[in-house]
């Protein structure tokens, strides 16, 4: 089973001073597609006007061009551990055991706008760019990474797919990969956009700590209802419901 989060706009600093390894992330077969989105950014980032512009950087956040300039050299930490926010808390990765990082490592992509799909232990710089971002001298995002994404994730035995929809453009799941979407709403059924994020979280840091080897929906299912968490299928086909508390 592979599970897809999003990324989050959030990131802690610091970690150790080994530069990004680009060959050695997960799903390596995207490596050229991730050369050329870092060498975008790193370009755009010595104009520090150009690259507020263009990405939309506030006063307070012109730090982040320093981060973008320096990607291919800057300190690296494992993706689940860089990201913060409401997701990156809730699944709280750094007081997890060995054994449930090293399930995280084996099954969680977390899938980032300069990167592409990335292992959960894969060290990765902090960086500020979004999945709407336009870089200049590479195609849109959704373009540049749709379908090399979708190659890359079709070997894949079964995914559940947590993304937000924007990172789902990004890289649409094969239709020839079970997998399965899943939307977090309240037992009424209204869509929840708070808790969202937080469901999530707790989501995937109760499959870390219980490792199932789920390879399908009713799998999932099945080790959902055993731990006690309401989820569901629904009348639209390929989607379960997570189901919370308002």
Do not use: C
């Not at 995914?159 to 929809?165: Q, W």
């Not at 453009?169 to 079970?178: K, S």
């Not at 059924?189 to 789920?214: C, D, I, Y």
């Amino acid at each position: 089973m592979k599970i897809l989060l999003p990324p989050s706009e959030t990131k802690r600093t610091g970690g150790r001073p080994r530069p990004l390894d680009v060959g050695g992330l997960a799903l390596p077969a995207l490596a050229p597609q991730r050369d050329a989105v870092v060498d975008a950014l790193v370009a755009l980032s010595a104009d520090a006007d150009a690259a507020r512009r263009v990405l939309k950087l506030s006063d307070r956040q012109l730090a982040d061009v320093d981060h973008n300039r320096m990607l291919r050299t800057a300190a690296t930490m494992a993706a689940v551990d860089r990201y913060t926010g409401v997701l990156y808390d809730a699944l709280d990765a750094g007081s997890l055991d060995q054994p449930a990082r090293r399930w995280l490592g084996r099954n969680v992509l977390i899938h980032s706008a300069p990167f592409g799909p990335i292992g959960a232990l894969d060290p990765i710089p902090v960086y500020r760019l979004s999945a709407g971002a336009s870089l200049p001298g590479i195609p849109p995002l959704r373009r540049h990474w749709s379908a090399a994404t979708s190659a890359a994730l079709a070997g894949a035995d079964f995914v559940l797919d947590l993304r937000s929809e924007a990172y789902v453009a990004l890289g649409p799941i094969p239709a020839t990969v079970p997998s399965a979407y899943v939307r977090v709403v309240t037992e009424t059924g209204r869509a929840l956009n708070h808790f969202n994020k937080k469901s999530k979280g707790e989501l995937v840091r109760a499959l870390a700590s219980t490792r199932p080897r789920a390879k399908s929906v009713d799998a999932v299912l099945l080790w959902a209802r055993e731990q006690g968490i309401l989820l569901r299928e629904t009348a639209d086909a390929g989607v379960l419901e997570l189901v919370v508390a308002e």
